[in-house]
């Protein structure tokens, strides 16, 4: 486990790296343009659950299993999250009877 780790030890630093400035970008996009980036994101975490789908099925070591499982869980849990935000913002927009 830990030659794997090891071996991988850029890989985390990148990953780490990605984290921070994903947040950073993120904090700073204004409100207006939440919603169309919102549908951009889903689009995306699209793909992402089928490649991470794609990575358990060829997984040869069990963190790479967990990886993978946890990376379909987060990318579902994220479309999810992001239709149910972009549906509660749309249903302001619509007129009240």
Avoid: C, W
Avoid at 10 to 30: A, D, K, N, R
Avoid at 33 to 45: R, Y
Avoid at 68 to 81: E, K, P, W
């Amino acid at each position: 486990m830990l030659e794997f780790i090891s071996q991988n030890i850029q890989l985390l630093y990148l990953i780490i790296l990605m984290i921070f400035v994903g947040i950073e970008l993120i904090s700073h996009v204004p409100s207006v343009l939440h919603t169309p980036l919102m549908s951009g994101a889903n689009a995306i975490h699209g793909v992402v659950i089928i490649g991470s789908i794609i990575v358990m099925g060829q997984a040869d070591h069990l963190v790479s299993l967990i990886l993978g499982f946890l990376a379909v869980v987060l990318g579902t849990l994220n479309v999810v999250g992001g239709f149910v935000v972009t549906d509660r913002m749309l249903e302001m927009f619509k007129k009240k009877k």
